[in-house]
């Protein structure tokens, strides 16, 4: 088998294995300068749980400065997809936080599960995620290099028309890369609800991530 190739299907293996564990610490249990800069009427509130260290011998130890950035990064994915698309604006730049490995996958059918692009203008919105558990996974040398949490947000969005409501729910892993985290790969879900969302899809799912 060419290395490139023993690469690839040992970089999915994890990526799925970190996603099965962010899901069960779920079950148990990059940037952020965007979170200082709310736009009026926007309500968004994720903050960090848990966190759980895997690992075959001695364990590493996630920072609080890594915590942080992890849930950063949940932030900003969370603003450039679902907030800035609701105030009338484009998606943001996913690049910023999707991995290139992963970032292929945000395009065509998954778009509509991973942003609300197209949504109708809201005049108030309300985002509330349940707390981010991180489950790191440390590697021999105590090092911890990727991690899976599971995303579950609630958005309530005040249109013309009345409320509407979407639901994303799954798990994201993100790697570290440099001195910041991208997702690397992703298993979510999200069902819409409510006034004035046409002919958008209820309940749709997609994964991605490393091939």
């Not at 395009?107 to 707390?131: C, E, Y």
């Not at 309530?156 to 994303?168: D, E, F, I, P, Y």
């Amino acid at each position: 088998m060419p290395p490139t190739s023993a690469l690839r299907r040992a970089s999915t293996a994890l990526i799925a294995a970190v996603l099965c564990l962010g899901a069960a610490a779920c079950s148990g249990g990059g940037g952020s300068a965007k979170a200082a800069a709310k736009p009026p009427g926007v309500t968004l509130s994720i903050s960090p749980g848990p966190v759980t260290v895997a690992a075959a011998g001695a364990p590493g130890v996630l920072s609080n400065a890594d915590r942080d950035a992890i849930v950063g990064t949940v932030r900003t994915y969370v603003t450039d997809a679902t907030i800035d698309p609701l105030l009338g604006k484009r998606v943001g730049n996913l690049s910023a936080v999707f991995a290139p490995a992963a970032l292929a996958g945000t395009t065509g059918v998954n778009a509509a599960v991973l942003t609300d692009a197209g949504m109708p203008k809201a005049s108030k919105i309300t985002a509330t995620a349940q707390p981010i558990s991180i489950t790191a996974l440390s590697d021999p040398a105590r090092a911890i290099g990727l991690v899976g949490a599971p995303l579950n947000l609630q958005v309530s969005a005040r249109t013309k028309k009345g409320l509407v409501q979407v639901h994303r729910v799954g798990e994201l892993a993100l790697v570290r890369e440099g001195g910041s985290w991208r997702i690397m790969g992703f298993r979510l879900a999200v069902s819409r609800a409510g006034a004035d969302i046409g002919t958008t899809v209820p309940s749709t799912s997609a994964s991605g991530g490393a091939r």
